[in-house]
């Protein structure tokens, strides 16, 4: 048995052709891929940003309600260790910077090798005591680190996501004939910053004046024009259209050995990405918006089994988990892989089921927790502006770029706290001391009826609506193993009550 992950950062659903067929973006590649595979219409995320996004992924379990961003987990039991325990060889190559970083800590040693190619984002890989040349005029972000990088880059060829997939096509030539595997190969293209070669710059012109490849996380200024916002879009559409071609020659490779046959090749990404719906750009801040949170979904099955079909029922990237278990004929219940939230696509595969949830919970952790049925969405937010009572609960102490607990020692305890844990771990209290005022409207609970509004653009006023979905979110809350202090938080105490009468 062998399968593929294939899973590319910040990939807008809504920009690709197979998802709508008005995209501007021009995917080729991806659009191969689909028309081999079985295309899911209601994949969500669970947790994000990035790296909860790949806990979520590597251990079947929804991490949001426990933590932010942060490393794999001392107790944490990853897919990737009981695929070696079962004889599967593990490898995955990757460009994602994030995790050669403090806070993303722990995640390739689950393989049995990996391969990491230098120089996206902030990666510290070019060292230059002299400043780099910055560009003028520009608009959003501009990183030293990554200017010294893009010196290295000459073609497409020379940047991080064309040589993984480089890399990837090669691993699979030097394993040829090779049984039991499982490759995973993770391009943080088209993430930004926005940077394509010229060739694909070429495919989406216009004549804005400023460079903006890397927008500011806030809601959009006076300068951010309906004119800037294209331009921007149009780099994302180029770093999308490299990352394709160069996915197109992972592919061609999976042609010339015919490993179509006989493995499961998986396509999604971690999240998406705001370029100026809802008035905002980046992510993290907002709602939960579907543009951020309902992703691509493409899953080839061995002989083309019921490709180009879609699959309607609510998935989630968890599901991954058991999905892969299941694949490779290993029992879940004596795997070791203990309690997990994910639910096997296997019967969505074969049409056996045409769902398997009523329900995906979602979002970011600390901000408001989201909930649809796939088709109405509901972000239940904060009930106080200090958003308390918020705990983190962690046995590794580091998050994004730092490390916790030393500045604030009289706010960390440590315990027996999270019931599927079987060590002691920290309980960081990281709720506001102060009543600060929640940026844009993230601090109001929004419904949304996606059928008749698939934008979100028009929130409902409907209390039985939002009763019922209220008491969704606090069961599904409790199936995931949220901490008591979470149903205080947003104020879902009697609605948590009302699921044991």
Request: overall charge negative.
């Amino acid at each position: 048995m062998k399968a593929i992950l294939i899973m590319m950062d910040t990939c807008n659903r809504h920009m690709l052709q197979v998802y709508n067929s008005g995209a501007k973006a021009r995917t080729p590649n991806i659009d191969r891929l689909a028309e081999r595979s079985l295309i899911f219409d209601s994949h969500f995320i669970a947790s994000a940003p990035c790296m909860p996004a790949r806990r979520d992924i590597l251990t079947g379990r929804v991490n949001f309600l426990e933590r932010g961003w942060g490393p794999i987990e001392p107790y944490d039991v990853t897919l990737p260790r009981i695929l070696r325990k079962h004889g599967i060889f593990t490898h995955i190559v990757t460009d994602h910077s994030h995790y050669m970083e403090i806070g993303g800590e722990g995640y390739l040693q689950q393989y049995n090798t990996w391969d990491f190619q230098r120089g996206q984002e902030t990666d510290v890989w070019v060292s230059s005591i002299k400043d780099p040349e910055e560009p003028e005029p520009h608009l959003g972000t501009v990183f030293r680190q990554y200017q010294c990088n893009r010196t290295r880059f000459a073609d497409d060829a020379d940047r991080p996501t064309p040589r993984t997939f480089a890399a990837a096509a090669e691993w699979l030539r030097q394993n040829e004939g090779e049984d039991n595997f499982f490759l995973t190969v993770e391009a943080f293209d088209p993430h930004e910053p926005f940077d394509a070669s010229e060739e694909f710059r070429a495919m989406y012109p216009d004549d804005f004046p400023c460079f903006y490849e890397w927008p500011r996380y806030s809601e959009l200024n006076s300068e951010e024009t309906p004119e800037a916002l294209e331009h921007l879009r149009n780099q994302y559409y180029a770093t999308l259209s490299m990352a394709d071609k160069w996915l197109g020659k992972l592919l061609d490779e999976v042609d010339r050995q015919e490993l179509w046959k006989d493995t499961c090749i998986i396509f999604t990404s971690d999240h998406g990405h705001m370029l100026g719906e809802h008035g905002v750009t980046g992510k993290n801040r907002y709602h939960a918006w579907d543009e951020m949170s309902r992703i691509p979904l493409l899953v080839h099955m061995p002989e083309d089994c019921r490709a180009g079909e879609r699959v309607k029922g609510l998935t989630q990237n968890v599901d991954l988990f058991p999905t892969l278990l299941e694949y490779f004929g290993i029992d879940r219940e004596t795997s070791g892989c203990g309690s997990i939230h994910g639910r096997s696509w296997i019967p969505l595969l074969t049409g056996e089921k045409e769902k398997i949830r009523d329900y995906a919970v979602y979002g970011w952790f600390g901000q408001p927790v989201n909930i649809t049925d796939g088709r109405y969405t509901y972000f239940r937010a904060a009930a106080n502006r200090k958003n308390a009572p918020l705990y983190a609960y962690m046995a590794a102490l580091t998050t994004y770029e730092r490390y916790l607990g030393c500045d604030m020692p009289d706010r960390v305890s440590c315990g027996k706290f999270l019931k599927q844990c079987p060590i002691p771990v920290y309980r960081l209290q990281m709720d506001k001391e102060t009543e600060e005022a929640p940026y844009l409207d993230i601090g109001v609970s929004r419904l949304y009826d996606t059928h008749k509004d698939p934008g979100q653009q028009n929130p409902l006023t409907d209390k039985e609506l939002e009763e019922k979905m209220c008491l969704a979110l606090a069961e599904q809350m409790e199936l995931h193993d949220a901490p008591e202090e979470q149903y205080k938080r947003l104020r879902l105490e009697s609605y948590q009550m009302k699921n044991h009468i």
